[in-house]
């Protein structure tokens, strides 16, 4: 067999190629792994590889196209999964001591979904445990390390599956995303990263942090090929009466059409964030002349009170996630101690031994948010914050289609470097607001910054439901920038430039 | 408002939380640091503003009322820590009682 380059190819690529018979389904799914064998070592993208699944489901790929069937949209394309997603015949951890054995015993419905439209289970992805982190620092089975230089962080949550795309171990993945988890790591790695609207994807089957906040979403390395994961994950489930039955569009079909007559706006007082880094404030301002060279009605606008989501959300998020983890008690499932003296010493040293230490000050955070004398005070005042967001973005969106924000402040820094959880949190300033209004917005390569030599990502924000007005938006500036980065890592093993 | 030790003791008991004391005192300078900055929504008028609880206003749905399987009883005790195979145990605490 010929290795297949998955850095060089994309899932649409990937899918065609089986369809033309150039290459197998098997095939992939070797390459995919033969990948991981080079270099997860180092990157540590994966926690548990499943090729059973893998093979057994790319067997079913070629035994279709050998029948003369139609595949399906993602037939053949290698796809990473998010620890956090249930998925029979793997474990299911959360990157969490508590979790280190569980088996999934349901499907979790966006990983189904993903599955029917001919993907392939490669395996399942770090993370920050339980989702709580922008770094992957807080897995309790080690960091995952950026492809594009191993000694800084590939963001958080959902850095496997952002690391896995960019170092072409996978076509595609499965992240989760409740203040920045998707969009923050695929800027830090060079990949697509988008959080879909409140609702477009069921939650059903991923383990819940903040259920007013949550959202599965792709990772890819073009906007087409999130799109076309997009629209097999989109859609009404029975199982989780928060997803929505506006109909989903044909996302992929949105593309191609530039960026003509959109109204585009930039947000001025976020971009003016003390701690922005002056070259990433620089590349929305380009960004937005590209934007204007396409023909985009381009202009300014604020959001003031989105300044103050990072304080809203560091007390909804907690609040209902300590509410979420209650559930891990060592009764039904996880981590139990043995020679508890009762059920308060079993519950209190089975849930203090299973989690980490972001994890007990989630907890505790949230707990005191909620607790007797506190709530208004915190978590009334923060419901009411955010109204004021919502009220902010809805208004923007009446004068613009899109918004323009950088992705993050700063590009990935070093293993170690925010010690301090605070500094940590902000990592999230610009993608925290949109979890809290409910929007979609996706994070695209912007380009490499001169000092670093890393990734830096465009945060796009788009209406609520409108996905396809927000992936036009991101495959027009895809195609006007000609960016399609490939770590070091990566070039080095295959011998190709990249960049093309 | 300064977050206490005792604050912190009280909080970890109703999260159900053994902290150590080592734990207990480092979580009150995290969690007093975090707060510090969290402090700015005190001082914003809100006064008047709609809490939001959910992003979109959705109203409740219903299934067809049809009878589906559920999960199976070998699936929902596959990750028990002790059952019998028939249901979840755990130890017994004669006369034990929990605070309330």
Same mark, same amino acid.
């Given at each position: 067999m010929s290795t297949i380059d998955l850095s060089a190819l994309t899932a649409r690529e990937v899918r065609r190629g089986i369809a033309s018979g150039d290459f197998s389904a098997r095939e992939v799914a070797e390459s995919a792994y033969a990948r991981i064998e080079a270099l997860d070592g180092e990157v540590?993208?994966?926690?548990q590889l499943t090729p059973e699944l893998a093979f057994a489901a790319a067997d079913r790929v070629d035994r279709a196209r050998a029948a003369g069937e139609e595949l399906p949209p993602l037939a053949g394309v290698p796809a990473g999964i998010k620890d956090n997603m249930n998925l029979i015949g793997?474990?299911?951890?959360?990157?969490?001591r508590i979790l280190g054995n569980y088996e999934s015993v349901y499907d979790c419905t966006a990983v189904s979904r993903l599955l029917e439209a001919g993907?392939?289970?490669i395996g399942k992805c770090n993370m920050d445990e339980f989702a709580f982190?922008?770094?992957?620092?807080?897995?309790a089975y080690g960091p995952t390390r950026n492809p594009?230089?191993? &000694?800084r962080v590939p963001g958080g949550s959902s850095g496997g599956s952002a690391a896995c795309v960019a170092a072409g171990m996978a076509s595609i993945s499965l992240g989760s995303d409740t203040g920045g988890s998707i969009r923050q790591p695929g800027a830090l790695t060079g990949t697509v990263g988008l959080k879909p609207t409140?609702?477009?994807?069921?939650? !059903?089957?991923v383990v819940a942090f903040g259920s007013s906040l949550d959202q599965i979403g792709p990772f890819g390395k073009t906007v087409d090929d999130v799109a076309l994961a997009l629209e097999a994950i989109s859609g009404a489930d029975?199982?989780?009466?928060?997803?929505?039955?506006e109909p989903v569009d044909p !996302?992929?079909? *949105?593309?191609?059409?530039?960026?003509?007559?959109l109204r585009v706006g930039i947000v001025s007082d976020m971009l *003016?964030?003390?701690?922005?880094g002056e070259e990433i404030r620089r590349v929305v301002n380009s960004s937005a002349e590209t934007f204007a060279a396409l023909g985009a009605e381009v202009g300014e606008v604020e959001?003031?009170?989105?300044?103050h989501g990072l304080a809203a959300y560091y007390i909804i998020g907690p609040a209902e996630a300590s509410s979420n983890l209650a559930?891990?008690?060592?009764?039904? !499932?996880g981590r139990r101690v043995p020679? *508890?003296?009762?059920v308060l010493d079993l519950y209190m040293r089975s849930r203090a031994e299973g989690f980490g230490p972001e994890t007990i000050r989630r907890i505790m955070l949230g707990t005191y948010a909620l607790s007797a004398g506190y709530y208004d005070a915190y978590y009334g005042q923060a419901q009411k914050a955010r109204t004021r967001i919502i009220q902010d973005f809805r208004a923007a969106f009446e004068r613009f289609d899109v918004l323009l924000t950088p $992705?993050?402040?700063?590009v990935a820094f070093r293993f170690? &470097?925010? $010690?301090d959880p605070y500094t940590m949190y902000l990592n999230d300033y610009y993608t925290i607001p949109v979890n809290l209004a409910g929007n979609c917005a996706v994070s695209v390569p912007s380009g490499l910054c001169t000092t670093a030599g890393m990734p830096m990502g465009l945060q796009i924000i788009g209406d609520y439901f409108a996905e396809s007005t927000l992936l036009r938006a991101a495959a027009a500036f895809e195609e006007a920038t000609h960016f399609e980065p490939v770590p070091p890592l990566v070039r080095a093993l295959t011998g190709t430039e990249g960049g093309e | 408002m300064a977050i206490t030790e005792s604050d912190v003791r009280h909080v970890a008991l109703l999260a159900r939380l053994a902290l150590t004391d080592e734990q207990v005192t480092t979580l009150t300078a995290e969690l007093g640091a975090v707060l510090g900055h969290i %402090?700015?929504?005190?001082?914003?008028?809100?006064?008047?503003v709609e809490p939001t609880a959910h992003p979109l206003s959705m109203t409740d749905r219903t299934r067809p009322d049809v009878v589906v399987p559920g999960l199976s009883r070998e699936l929902a005790l596959?990750?028990?820590? %002790?059952? %019998?195979?028939t249901a979840f145990l755990i130890p017994a605490f004669a006369g034990a009682g929990e605070e309330s």
């Amino acid at each position: 067999m010929s290795t297949i380059d998955l850095s060089a190819l994309t899932a649409r690529e990937v899918r065609r190629g089986i369809a033309s018979g150039d290459f197998s389904a098997r095939e992939v799914a070797e390459s995919a792994y033969a990948r991981i064998e080079a270099l997860d070592g180092e990157v540590h993208a994966f926690l548990q590889l499943t090729p059973e699944l893998a093979f057994a489901a790319a067997d079913r790929v070629d035994r279709a196209r050998a029948a003369g069937e139609e595949l399906p949209p993602l037939a053949g394309v290698p796809a990473g999964i998010k620890d956090n997603m249930n998925l029979i015949g793997t474990r299911t951890t959360c990157a969490s001591r508590i979790l280190g054995n569980y088996e999934s015993v349901y499907d979790c419905t966006a990983v189904s979904r993903l599955l029917e439209a001919g993907a392939l289970p490669i395996g399942k992805c770090n993370m920050d445990e339980f989702a709580f982190g922008s770094s992957t620092e807080n897995s309790a089975y080690g960091p995952t390390r950026n492809p594009w230089d191993l &000694e800084r962080v590939p963001g958080g949550s959902s850095g496997g599956s952002a690391a896995c795309v960019a170092a072409g171990m996978a076509s595609i993945s499965l992240g989760s995303d409740t203040g920045g988890s998707i969009r923050q790591p695929g800027a830090l790695t060079g990949t697509v990263g988008l959080k879909p609207t409140y609702g477009r994807v069921s939650r !059903y089957g991923v383990v819940a942090f903040g259920s007013s906040l949550d959202q599965i979403g792709p990772f890819g390395k073009t906007v087409d090929d999130v799109a076309l994961a997009l629209e097999a994950i989109s859609g009404a489930d029975v199982m989780d009466a928060t997803s929505s039955v506006e109909p989903v569009d044909p !996302y992929s079909e *949105a593309l191609g059409r530039g960026a003509q007559g959109l109204r585009v706006g930039i947000v001025s007082d976020m971009l *003016a964030m003390e701690g922005c880094g002056e070259e990433i404030r620089r590349v929305v301002n380009s960004s937005a002349e590209t934007f204007a060279a396409l023909g985009a009605e381009v202009g300014e606008v604020e959001l003031p009170s989105a300044q103050h989501g990072l304080a809203a959300y560091y007390i909804i998020g907690p609040a209902e996630a300590s509410s979420n983890l209650a559930r891990f008690d060592g009764i039904r !499932y996880g981590r139990r101690v043995p020679d *508890a003296d009762d059920v308060l010493d079993l519950y209190m040293r089975s849930r203090a031994e299973g989690f980490g230490p972001e994890t007990i000050r989630r907890i505790m955070l949230g707990t005191y948010a909620l607790s007797a004398g506190y709530y208004d005070a915190y978590y009334g005042q923060a419901q009411k914050a955010r109204t004021r967001i919502i009220q902010d973005f809805r208004a923007a969106f009446e004068r613009f289609d899109v918004l323009l924000t950088p $992705s993050t402040p700063e590009v990935a820094f070093r293993f170690g &470097e925010k $010690s301090d959880p605070y500094t940590m949190y902000l990592n999230d300033y610009y993608t925290i607001p949109v979890n809290l209004a409910g929007n979609c917005a996706v994070s695209v390569p912007s380009g490499l910054c001169t000092t670093a030599g890393m990734p830096m990502g465009l945060q796009i924000i788009g209406d609520y439901f409108a996905e396809s007005t927000l992936l036009r938006a991101a495959a027009a500036f895809e195609e006007a920038t000609h960016f399609e980065p490939v770590p070091p890592l990566v070039r080095a093993l295959t011998g190709t430039e990249g960049g093309e | 408002m300064a977050i206490t030790e005792s604050d912190v003791r009280h909080v970890a008991l109703l999260a159900r939380l053994a902290l150590t004391d080592e734990q207990v005192t480092t979580l009150t300078a995290e969690l007093g640091a975090v707060l510090g900055h969290i %402090d700015e929504l005190q001082r914003l008028d809100l006064a008047g503003v709609e809490p939001t609880a959910h992003p979109l206003s959705m109203t409740d749905r219903t299934r067809p009322d049809v009878v589906v399987p559920g999960l199976s009883r070998e699936l929902a005790l596959l990750n028990a820590p %002790d059952t %019998d195979g028939t249901a979840f145990l755990i130890p017994a605490f004669a006369g034990a009682g929990e605070e309330s």
